[in-house]
């Protein structure tokens, strides 16, 4: 019961930063890097003393996995193309990874698409707007998408399902 709500922790200290850096970034087209660092060595203690409790420590791995693998593809895309996403966007999909990596590694990866087809129709409405120019804001939908995956996991298999 006790890991329940570690985990049920990790969750609301992902929703707080997922809410701030939404709002950050679009007024002012950043996703502050203290802010998805902090949140995301929080959210990383918290499901560390929940694999613990349940007595997984392997568990924490996963979810590491999980974040190191979404990380090395963006860290590809980010090299290749710069100017298509930023690196708060990465920081953010990665903190995003390790929460949604707690149900296994398949789950990181469905919230990052999640996230990507919840901005998918404000981006194609920028582009449509302002061509290949646009700066799109993705926070709020890489935010939207991945707590669709958490309440999809939550609802599914509870929080240490």
Do not use: H
């Not at 809410?19 to 502050?32: F, G, K, N």
């Not at 963006?74 to 999909?93: A, F, M, N, S, T």
């Amino acid at each position: 019961m006790f890991e329940g709500g570690l985990v049920w922790a990790a969750v609301g200290v992902w929703a707080v930063m997922g809410v701030y850096v939404s709002i950050t970034d679009l007024r002012e087209a950043i996703i502050p890097r203290r802010a998805c660092w902090t949140a995301g060595g929080a959210i990383a203690a918290l499901l560390a003393g929940a694999a613990a409790a349940t007595g997984d420590p392997l568990r924490l791995g996963l979810a590491a996995a999980a974040a190191a693998s979404v990380a090395l593809l963006l860290e590809l895309v980010y090299r290749q193309w710069p100017e298509k996403i930023g690196y708060g966007d990465v920081r953010l999909i990665i903190v995003n990874s390790l929460l949604a990596g707690w149900w296994g590694i398949p789950w990181a990866w469905w919230a990052l698409c999640a996230g990507a087809l919840a901005e998918w129709p404000i981006a194609a409405a920028a582009l449509g707007r302002e061509g290949r120019t646009a700066r799109v804001r993705w926070a709020p939908g890489l935010v939207a998408g991945t707590a669709a995956v958490l309440a999809w996991r939550l609802w599914a298999e509870g929080p240490t399902g």
